[in-house]
């Protein structure tokens, strides 16, 4: 079971880390509002199937944590990451993903009473560290200087880890795939509202929309309004629907801390589509990336 689990989170950190990058391609086109409302719809789309029967299989009881659930998981952070992303780079969001588990180890201790060793504190006082660098260090030329576009992230992040702790914690023993099935309904259609009040026919048929564009690193060229709705039939469907099945599988195997730790690999996979697109990543930010994902290592080292 460990290697099917580590399989797993390899297979999670390819998906998510390469999300960032198709949120890119959605962004010259759509709008942050459209990017992450079309995210949303296409993988409630991909999972209108199995939410169906998921009434019938989920206690009723239990539908206002789904609810809870889908909306700290996907919602919120989908439209903070589609913002955030107008103004950095893919690399500088994976980096901060990272702070995923160490939110989720200090909300699940503060909340949840689990307890911390010393070593797991100084874990979390590294990763803080370099989150806070990272976000007055997060533009394209590495210049320390004040944005709310990082915040945006790890306000994400928090999103992230406070659903872990709430899954973990009340939502043990639904099927992962039921459960994110029926918090992706809900949700679905929230974005359906958000969607047909974004103007997104107007956006569709601007002259711009119907430009080439050209993805030189996989080869694809095509009219860009094309282009972007494919990246995010994509996103939707692997990014937000599959992902979130293997999460909460991953979850239920392992243990919620391990399931977090697929932050390690996202950043790796965001820097690579980054250079692949012909972006940069400073000295400064691969710094900060050594002492997030180093703080994320000592809090969940064997040691302690």
């Known amino acids: 079971m460990r290697y099917k689990a580590w399989l797993l989170l390899i297979l999670l950190a390819l998906i998510w880390g390469s999300s960032f990058m198709l949120m890119g391609i959605g962004l010259k086109v759509f709008t942050p509002i459209q990017v ?12 209108v199937g199995v939410a169906l029967p998921a009434f019938s299989r989920i206690p009723r009881a239990k539908w206002g944590l789904i609810f809870a659930s889908g ?3 996907v919602f919120i952070p989908a439209f ?5 992303l107008t103004h950095m780079n893919m690399a500088v969001a994976g980096i901060l993903n990272a702070m995923t588990p ?3 180890l200090l909300i699940a201790v503060l909340f949840f009473e689990q307890k911390a060793s010393t070593y797991k504190w100084i874990g979390m006082a590294v990763g803080f560290a370099g989150s806070v660098i990272l976000t007055l260090a997060s533009n394209r030329d590495g210049k320390f200087e004040w944005s709310i576009y990082p915040i945006l992230v790890l306000v994400a992040t928090i999103c992230y880890a406070l659903n ?22 809900w949700i679905t259609l929230l974005a359906i509202i958000v969607l047909w009040n974004s103007g997104i026919v107007e956006q569709w048929h601007l002259p711009a929309s119907a430009k080439p564009m050209t993805l030189t690193w996989v080869g694809i060229t095509g009219e860009a309004r094309w282009v972007a709705l494919g990246s995010m039939v994509f996103l939707g469907i ?19 801390i391990f399931a977090s730790t697929v932050t390690y690999l996202i950043p790796l996979v965001a820097i690579g589509w980054e250079v692949a697109g012909g ?3 400073t000295v400064i930010q691969c710094f900060c990336m050594a002492l997030i994902v180093g703080g994320v290592y000592i809090t969940n080292s064997s040691k302690n």
């Open 36 to 47: 992450a409302s079309l995210r949303i719809l296409f993988a409630g789309l991909a999972l």
């Open 71 to 73: 909306m700290l998981g």
């Open 80 to 84: 903070l990451f589609a913002y955030a």
């Open 102 to 104: 160490l939110f989720t």
């Open 164 to 185: 872990g702790n709430l899954s973990k914690t009340f939502l043990q023993g639904i099927a992962p795939i039921y459960l994110t099935a029926l918090s992706q309904f």
């Open 238 to 256: 692997s990014s937000t629907a599959i992902a979130m099945v293997i999460f909460n599988k991953l979850m239920q195997m392992t243990s919620i």
């Open 279 to 281: 972006g940069t990543i």
